[in-house]
């Protein structure tokens, strides 16, 4: 998004070539971006040809996003401050999630953005310029600072988001690689807007998000002994390790280095027994994406683990609180769900049948909760698990985890 609106061609190495990152590219394609791939050395390069401020064009059909959540908030964000007139769609999934937490700040910016009783689609028109604002956001999501933060990339004057607690922070740390001063405290983040970004070089790390269903599996397999090349590991985003550790993990950073302002280390994990502990509140921003996964290594510790404060899980591509609820429940787990937590006891659990309710990472988690059951277990619908992870079931499988594809 960065580059598209840059000037020059930004070139990305290590792009995640899922459904979500290509959904984003078609969608840019369509609104005037040329955007190639290219083989260099035997790595695929994409390079962004970007038209500058303010050269995307309108488009009159909907842009579908597919099932990206994080697409549809910050393209919202990001056409509306260039003053393109859009509407974003997506799949049955992403049109029944939130989207008014992005639409109210960015009305508050002088945007006409129409939603359907607060859900996709995203009617998004611009009269005139956007106006910078110091916006408190209710809810501490990087989705809703980053579309805020693009959007005032073109607006008048300054931007500022400030949240309760602190979100992650790719959008902060990418935006002066490409030229756009950023002021950032604890909980706040400030821009100006700029006569226009330069393009960049990008090396993309790898998503700790993805890592984390092998951090879990490396961990509760014994014998395992695995090593995750160039994770990105920013501390907005390493709740999932620090859980980890807390449960006794072993989990050691090696080769640490610094790219964009991004922290990178290869990931070297061994297989440890795991004890319950209570997850302090303060860690879940960090961890949020994470909780399926995080929740089937409650049910190989030894002992109740609590998790609180994770209400935001159900909306996310499902309400994924209670979909872990139930599925580890109809596997015989001892659980106690509550509005914002789970309560779970670790122990054996059974064999059976699980719906993922097409969400990635909901059949990614019970994929991994396979090594822990006493029987075998059946995942349906896991097509939704390529907006991610392409080829989660082919490396995993290299890795030595029983899993079989069946289409």
């Keep these: 998004m960065l580059g598209a609106i840059a000037t020059g061609t930004t070139r990305i190495e290590g792009l995640l070539e899922a459904e979500d990152c290509l959904n984003t590219a078609r969608v840019l394609r369509k609104l005037g971006v040329i955007i190639e791939v290219n083989e260099d050395n035997g790595s695929r390069v994409w390079c962004v040809h970007g038209v500058g401020t303010r050269g995307l064009k309108n488009h009159d059909e909907p842009l579908d996003v597919g099932n990206s959540g994080t697409g549809m908030r910050l393209l919202a964000g990001l056409l509306a401050g260039q003053g393109v007139n859009a509407t974003l769609i997506g799949d049955s999934s992403l049109m029944g999630r939130p989207m008014e937490r992005i639409a109210v700040p960015l009305r508050m910016m002088g945007a006409h953005i129409k939603t359907s009783d607060g859900k996709p689609p995203l009617v998004i028109n611009v009269d005139e310029p956007l106006t910078g604002i110091d916006y408190h956001s209710p809810v501490a999501s990087a989705q809703v600072k980053s579309a805020v933060l693009l959007a005032g990339l073109g607006a008048s004057g300054s931007t500022s988001v400030t949240e309760t607690e602190r979100s992650r922070d790719h959008t902060e740390r990418m935006l002066p690689a490409f030229g756009c001063k950023v002021e950032v405290t604890e909980t706040a983040a400030r821009l100006k ?11 993309v790390p790898g998503d700790i998000s993805s890592a984390a269903f092998l951090l879990v599996a490396a961990t509760i397999i014994p014998g395992s002994d695995v090593t995750i090349e160039h994770v ?45 502990i209570d997850v302090p509140p303060e860690w879940v921003p960090s961890a949020i994406d994470e909780f399926p996964v995080v929740f089937i290594a409650a049910c190989a510790a030894k002992g109740t683990t609590r998790v609180t404060g994770v209400a935001e899980l159900k909306v996310k ?12 429940g109809s596997l015989g787990a001892k659980l106690v769900e509550s509005d914002d937590g789970l309560e779970i006891e670790g122990g054996t659990l059974s064999g059976g049948a699980i719906h993922s309710h097409d969400d ?32 989660f079931a082919g490396l995993m499988t290299t890795l030595g985890l029983e899993l079989e594809e069946v289409r």
């Design 193 to 203: 807007s700029v006569d226009g970004l330069k393009a960049i070089d990008v090396v």
């Design 232 to 276: 990105g590991m920013n501390p907005t985003r390493t709740g999932i390790v620090k859980i980890l550790r807390a449960m006794g993990a072993s989990i050691e950073e090696v080769n640490p280095q610094v790219i964009h302002g991004e922290p990178v280390s290869d990931l070297h994990v061994i297989a440890s027994p795991l004890s319950a």
């Design 317 to 328: 591509e499902s309400d994924r609180l209670g979909t872990m609820a139930k599925g580890l």
């Design 360 to 391: 990635h990472r909901i059949a990614m988690a019970f994929a991994v909760a396979g090594a822990l059951t006493s029987e075998p277990l059946v995942i349906h619908d896991v097509t939704n698990i390529g907006t991610s992870f392409p080829d």
